[in-house]
T-cell receptor, first 113, second 112 residues
Framework: DTGVSQDPRHKITKRGQNVTFRCDPI?????LYWYRQTLGQGPEFLTY????????KSRLLSDRFSAERPKGSFSTLEIQRTEQGDSAMYLC???????????FGQGTRLTVV | GEDVEQSLFLSVREGDSSVINCTYT??????LYWYKQEPGAGLQLLTY?????DMKQDQRLTVLLNKKDKHLSLRIADTQTGDSAIYFC????????????FGAGTRLAVHP
């Protein structure tokens, strides 16, 4: 078990471009979460999947953001028409239903220029 | 409302104890967590406490929970330079899954 894996680790994009990030949770973890962390702040919850179902979305997740988990394993987070305010670390976490713990990946750092 | 607050910075001498404090507002929180983040890295879970406990000890780490005052603390005994990092307090809301509300983090600096 290699833990939660995120790809890419870093992404620099021009304003207005679309970006997509991938998260591979720990195998057999059916719960998956996306968080966003801006500089100097703690992570903020974005969305939660149980298997392939997206069960909660934060108000932070504007219409330009979409997350999917089509087969209940890996997940993608897409940001359309990126803005400078989207620059942040995007963290993915996974857990089992009986776990009290969520395990975080290393994150994808997005810089919008 | 949902709010977790922490002091922003703590400086300690190597070998001393560190105490990082946190206050939260949601009385329905089921679990409270301490995570560690080193520069450029993700979050590492250090320890957690269930809301009906008042203390948990795990090697050099001691967590104290005062549910009445909604106050959580993390004590690190014999602090080492490798403990230098940002420490986040987080509360897990009732609802059965790991939707966590994080504080802004406390930067711990350990000096010789």
């Amino acid at each position: 078990d290699t833990g939660v894996s995120q790809d890419p680790r870093h992404k620099i994009t021009k304003r207005g471009q679309n970006v997509t990030f991938r998260c591979d949770p720990i195998s057999e973890h059916n719960r998956l979460y996306w968080y966003r962390q801006t500089l100097g702040q703690g992570p903020e919850f974005l969305t939660y999947f149980q298997n392939e179902a997206q069960l909660e979305k934060s108000r932070l997740l504007s219409d330009r953001f979409s997350a999917e988990r089509p087969k209940g394993s890996f997940s993608t987070l897409e940001i359309q028409r990126t803005e400078q305010g989207d620059s942040a670390m995007y963290l993915c976490a996974s857990s089992l239903p009986q776990n009290t713990e969520a395990f975080f990946g290393q994150g994808t750092r997005l810089t919008v220029v | 409302g949902e709010d977790v607050e922490q002091s922003l910075f703590l400086s300690v001498r190597e070998g001393d104890s560190s105490v990082i404090n946190c206050t939260y507002t949601d009385s329905s929180s089921t679990y409270l967590y301490w995570y560690k983040q080193e520069p450029g890295a993700g979050l590492q879970l250090l320890t957690y406490i269930f809301s009906n406990m008042d203390m948990k000890q795990d090697q050099r780490l001691t967590v104290l929970l005062n549910k009445k005052d909604k106050h959580l603390s993390l004590r690190i005994a014999d602090t080492q330079t490798g403990d230098s990092a940002i420490y986040f307090c987080a509360e897990r809301q009732a609802g059965g899954y790991n939707k966590l509300i994080f504080g802004a983090g406390t930067r711990l600096a350990v000096h010789p």
